[in-house]
């Protein structure tokens, strides 16, 4: 990430009438900025940052405190934060706090979704759950399921900028109607003891956001942190995520603040920090294809040395791994969902092009397993 980038203002325009449309060492006590591409090519610039990142993050819950031993957390992503991307994760960062993909309390409430959390129990480091409804009642009893599960604490998703969601009144749809989403966290926070968490964004739309206001009414409901993405959800993903814009509400908060936005290398992260006060960073689509992310930011807030991105040998066997426990577990259909993982994943090598074309086309997993060895016989 270049240095210099806009942080004020970011979709901040008028709203749309219907609303729609080898090792490395950082060390963030001491380290100072770095001029724009001035950085030899694959190094880590020199950001600054100075919190104690080193030490656990309480919190608090109603009746079981937590602490986050690890800064940085993995984003809870639809379609791809599934146990066997956790796990990958997790080999980087065995401490860090994942997430389920989000999971609709109405469908669970009827029974469906219900693998989502009941793996839980069996699986290595906490892992927590995030929700989304527009319902009080679904969404209390859905996070009493999550902690009976095992759910290191529940997240309320109030940012996904997906349509159908946002129309019924979920996700960011919440951000509209302030009281209701208040009802909704009292309403999961009184029901289980774990911390509560929500996930948000800086808006609806630019001369609608009031991200500091939206903020202050959450914590005053018993949310014991938040996590705040920089962008509005007129952006999407638009845009530049606005840091300025995440440090107001840092400044107006008592509970824990989570930056989220534009953080896809340790640089990006210890900017981010620098520049927000934020007590950890969440990252999520910089890790689609790059597992190894959270596990680099995390050596990099701790000043230990920072893993090497993996080269081309390990990022195919890393995607035969994937595919292999995607067809184990789902079958055929397995090959499906590998598709997009290996398309991230082989990238950054000559030929990787050519070999991402041929795994979309290629029908069967047998096939793909053979085109990922073969490739890797040519390294």
Request: glycine share 12%.
């Amino acid at each position: 990430m270049a240095q210099g980038r806009r942080r004020g203002g970011s979709g901040f325009g008028p709203c749309p009438n219907d609303g729609e449309n080898g090792p490395r060492v950082l060390h963030p006590a001491t380290a100072g900025p770095s001029p724009q591409n001035s950085a030899a090519p694959g190094a880590i610039s020199s950001p600054t940052a100075s919190p104690p990142f080193q030490s656990p993050l309480a919190l608090p819950g109603r009746g079981t405190p937590r602490q986050l031993a690890c800064r940085v957390l993995q984003s809870p992503l639809a379609g791809v934060s599934d146990r066997i991307f956790r796990q990958l994760v997790r080999r980087w960062a065995p401490g860090a706090l994942l997430f389920t993909e989000m999971v609709n309390a109405t469908s669970l409430e009827l029974g469906f979704g219900l693998e989502k959390v009941e793996e839980l129990a069996s699986e290595a480091g906490p892992i927590g759950v995030q929700l989304f409804d527009y319902r009080p009642a679904a969404m209390a009893d859905a996070a009493r399921r999550a902690e009976q599960a095992g759910a290191f604490l529940i997240d309320i998703n109030m940012g996904c900028p997906v349509k159908k969601i946002a129309r019924k009144g979920g996700g960011s749809g919440l951000i509209r109607d302030p009281a209701l989403a208040q009802r909704l966290v009292a309403a999961v926070a009184e029901a289980v003891s774990i911390p509560v968490t929500v996930k948000t964004r800086l808006g609806w739309c630019g001369d609608s956001a009031d991200p500091v206001g939206f903020a202050l009414a959450l914590q005053a409901a018993g949310a014991q942190a938040l996590t705040l993405h920089g962008r509005t959800r007129q952006q999407g993903f638009r845009g530049q995520a606005d840091w300025q814009a995440i440090a107001a509400v840092k400044r107006a908060l008592t509970i824990p603040l989570i930056a989220n936005g534009d953080i896809t290398s340790p640089d990006d992260a210890l900017r981010c920090l620098a520049e927000t006060g934020a007590d950890g960073v969440m990252v999520g689509r910089g890790t689609m294809g790059a597992p190894w992310l959270v596990g680099q930011i995390d050596a990099a807030l701790a000043g230990r040395p920072v893993p090497p991105t993996p080269g081309k040998g390990e990022r195919l066997a890393l995607a035969a791994e994937q595919l292999q426990a995607l067809v184990a577990r789902k079958g055929d259909h397995g090959l499906l969902i590998a598709r997009k993982h290996m398309g991230w994943t082989c990238q950054g090598f000559p030929g990787a092009a050519q070999l991402r074309q041929q795994l979309m086309r290629e029908p069967t997993p047998a096939g793909a397993l053979a085109l990922l060895e073969r490739a890797a016989q040519e390294d």
